[in-house]
């Protein structure tokens, strides 16, 4: 009745990954660098300062919200995370004290006052980002064009503003948005560098490839059929930062494969909305939260198969 | 024993069952006027007159109303008081009438006025029902400058009462949080000062 020793009885689940909420957070903090590191090469020290500002004011509010909820404080990068991404999806000449304000809001409020990570029904970084952008709407949309460490940064607009001026040669232009050799968000310019992060965390698996390519594929059939330039549109603002690293949270986005594929094409659909017949010129931050605010729905109704179990008329 | 009653009556309304704070009636003209403290003081005078006279009226003739149409006449009283209300402020002060909008009439469905005639002034005798009607009306009042105090400071970043300009925040006035003049911000700061208070203990959670 004793049994045999060498069989080991322990609870589920046996197979582990090794992946840990820590380990996540912290290899799409390493996957983030590549974009920091190109706001900081385009836009000189003041990103700098902007992301380490973020950053500092998200890990001290979580910490904070944590001891008034007299919960325990976990160092587990997601913090850093949402502080990093909310830097990179503002303007780097924005007041710090704004910054400050912004951050704390998105672990705050966004995050903490939902219950703290896997509870927030919102992106934090884009719920901080939205409450910026209504706070200082002036201040969230006064662009700079890169001019690396050096002084005076001339202001302009983004590539998506109608006054916008479009250079005759179109290719050039491409080669700029790709590059990041444009006015926007500290981290949304290079395209390039975003990918390359993008691609590191498919590869690793932390993300699905879905949500992006529905949303980007998305973009750039709408845009297409609606006689638009669809390499443009896919290049400019902030939609590849968006579509990698905002609408691939696991918390606010939908568990199941064709969720996410839906969850994906909405997004798509309202940027294009909110680009071309909006009175915004970007709508990637809002197009992402309504659609958070839709993933409960698409996560209820969209069925999964039981495993072992047929479908209906199967034999 | 008859004054501290009275004295309960009055108070309660005050905190224990402050009617936007613990009770959360009338959210929907509180919040939509509390963006700045003149507003909220009007909207607090025309409530007070309202439910106070509604309360009079109610009590006094609570053993004639039938009970099957006690809300239609409950309606009616209100109604009176509120057309009286209206017409006041669009004689005397048309600039916060004009401010209070669509707010001013809207007194009538206000559920706090309909929620005390039907819980306390139809079955309460006159005195308590004034003592009633004056603590809720303090309540909602208090309630209402705190929010809008709140509102007006970190949305434009100054503070004027009358027209007369009382003081300006440093960094705020010229960078004023416009999101808590929109109606956002008034949720918000609802939900926060709810919070706020529960850890505070001045709200007992159940």
């Given at each position: 009745?004793?049994?045999?020793?060498?069989?080991?009885?322990?609870?589920?689940?046996?197979?582990?990954?090794?992946?840990?909420?820590?380990?996540?957070?912290?290899?799409?903090?390493?996957?983030?660098?590549?974009?920091?590191?190109?706001?900081?090469?385009?836009?000189?020290?003041?990103?700098?300062?902007?992301?380490?500002?973020?950053?500092?004011?998200?890990?001290?509010?979580?910490?904070?919200?944590?001891?008034?909820?007299?919960?325990?404080?976990?160092?587990?990068?997601?913090?850093?995370?949402?502080?990093?991404?909310?830097?990179?999806?503002?303007?780097?000449?924005?007041?710090?004290?704004?910054?400050?304000?912004?951050?704390?809001?998105?672990?705050?409020?966004?995050?903490?006052?939902?219950?703290?990570?896997?509870?927030?029904?919102?992106?934090?970084?884009?719920?901080?980002?939205?409450?910026?952008?209504?706070?200082?709407?002036?201040?969230?949309?006064?662009?700079?064009?890169?001019?690396?460490?050096?002084?005076?940064?001339?202001?302009?607009?983004?590539?998506?503003?109608?006054?916008?001026?479009?250079?005759?040669?179109?290719?050039?232009?491409?080669?700029?948005?790709?590059?990041?050799?444009?006015?926007?968000?500290?981290?949304?310019?290079?395209?390039?560098?975003?990918?390359?992060?993008?691609?590191?965390?498919?590869?690793?698996?932390?993300?699905?490839?879905?949500?992006?390519?529905?949303?980007?594929?998305?973009?750039?059939?709408?845009?297409?059929?609606?006689?638009?330039?669809?390499?443009?549109?896919?290049?400019?603002?902030?939609?590849?930062?968006?579509?990698?690293?905002?609408?691939?949270?696991?918390?606010?986005?939908?568990?199941?494969?064709?969720?996410?594929?839906?969850?994906?094409?909405?997004?798509?659909?309202?940027?294009?909305?909110?680009?071309?017949?909006?009175?915004?010129?970007?709508?990637?931050?809002?197009?992402?939260?309504?659609?958070?605010?839709?993933?409960?729905?698409?996560?209820?109704?969209?069925?999964?198969?039981?495993?072992?179990?047929?479908?209906?008329?199967?034999? | 024993?008859?004054?501290?009653?009275?004295?309960?009556?009055?108070?309660?309304?005050?905190?224990?069952?402050?009617?936007?704070?613990?009770?959360?009636?009338?959210?929907?003209?509180?919040?939509?006027?509390?963006?700045?403290?003149?507003?909220?003081?009007?909207?607090?005078?025309?409530?007070?007159?309202?439910?106070?006279?509604?309360?009079?009226?109610?009590?006094?003739?609570?053993?004639?109303?039938?009970?099957?149409?006690?809300?239609?006449?409950?309606?009616?009283?209100?109604?009176?008081?509120?057309?009286?209300?209206?017409?006041?402020?669009?004689?005397?002060?048309?600039?916060?009438?004009?401010?209070?909008?669509?707010?001013?009439?809207?007194?009538?469905?206000?559920?706090?006025?309909?929620?005390?005639?039907?819980?306390?002034?139809?079955?309460?005798?006159?005195?308590?029902?004034?003592?009633?009607?004056?603590?809720?009306?303090?309540?909602?009042?208090?309630?209402?400058?705190?929010?809008?105090?709140?509102?007006?400071?970190?949305?434009?970043?100054?503070?004027?009462?009358?027209?007369?300009?009382?003081?300006?925040?440093?960094?705020?006035?010229?960078?004023?949080?416009?999101?808590?003049?929109?109606?956002?911000?008034?949720?918000?700061?609802?939900?926060?000062l709810l919070a706020l208070l529960r850890r505070l203990g001045v709200i007992k959670s159940e």
């Amino acid at each position: 009745m004793t049994g045999d020793k060498r069989i080991l009885i322990s609870p589920g689940p046996h197979l582990w990954s090794g992946l840990s909420v820590s380990k996540i957070m912290y290899l799409v903090t390493l996957a983030l660098i590549l974009p920091s590191g190109a706001g900081v090469y385009f836009f000189g020290y003041r990103a700098l300062l902007v992301m380490v500002t973020s950053v500092a004011t998200a890990v001290l509010t979580e910490y904070v919200s944590k001891k008034l909820r007299k919960r325990a404080f976990v160092m587990d990068w997601s913090a850093v995370v949402t502080g990093l991404l909310l830097a990179l999806t503002i303007s780097p000449t924005v007041p710090l004290w704004m910054v400050v304000i912004g951050s704390a809001f998105s672990i705050g409020i966004v995050k903490e006052a939902f219950g703290g990570l896997g509870h927030n029904i919102f992106n934090p970084a884009l719920g901080g980002r939205a409450f910026m952008a209504t706070c200082f709407p002036a201040e969230m949309t006064t662009w700079v064009l890169p001019a690396g460490f050096v002084a005076d940064a001339v202001t302009c607009a983004t590539p998506l503003n109608e006054s916008f001026a479009f250079p005759a040669d179109k290719l050039s232009l491409y080669k700029a948005l790709f590059m990041g050799n444009v006015g926007g968000s500290i981290g949304e310019t290079s395209t390039l560098l975003i990918l390359i992060g993008g691609l590191l965390l498919l590869v690793l698996g932390i993300i699905n490839w879905r949500i992006p390519l529905a949303y980007i594929g998305t973009v750039a059939l709408l845009t297409f059929a609606l006689g638009q330039d669809a390499i443009f549109h896919i290049l400019a603002g902030g939609l590849m930062l968006g579509a990698f690293f905002m609408a691939t949270d696991y918390v606010t986005s939908p568990i199941t494969n064709k969720g996410r594929i839906i969850f994906g094409v909405g997004a798509g659909v309202l940027t294009v909305v909110i680009r071309l017949f909006g009175g915004m010129p970007e709508g990637v931050c809002f197009s992402i939260l309504f659609m958070n605010a839709l993933t409960p729905l698409i996560d209820r109704y969209i069925k999964v198969r039981p495993y072992g179990l047929k479908k209906a008329g199967e034999k | 024993m008859k004054t501290t009653s009275f004295w309960k009556e009055f108070t309660k309304g005050i905190v224990i069952s402050n009617p936007l704070f613990v009770l959360v009636l009338g959210l929907c003209p509180a919040l939509a006027v509390s963006t700045s403290v003149d507003n909220a003081l009007g909207m607090s005078i025309g409530v007070t007159f309202v439910l106070l006279g509604s309360n009079i009226i109610i009590s006094a003739i609570r053993k004639i109303i039938p009970n099957m149409v006690r809300i239609p006449i409950f309606i009616v009283i209100i109604a009176t008081f509120v057309t009286i209300v209206n017409l006041v402020f669009h004689a005397y002060v048309p600039s916060l009438y004009e401010s209070l909008g669509i707010y001013l009439p809207l007194i009538v469905v206000n559920c706090i006025i309909l929620g005390r005639a039907e819980a306390f002034a139809s079955k309460n005798p006159l005195l308590h029902s004034i003592a009633d009607a004056l603590g809720i009306s303090i309540g909602f009042m208090l309630a209402l400058l705190i929010i809008s105090f709140l509102r007006e400071t970190l949305g434009t970043g100054s503070l004027s009462i009358f027209g007369a300009r009382l003081f300006t925040l440093p960094i705020l006035g010229e960078h004023p949080m416009a999101i808590f003049v929109l109606p956002p911000g008034a949720f918000l700061l609802m939900g926060l000062l709810l919070a706020l208070l529960r850890r505070l203990g001045v709200i007992k959670s159940e």
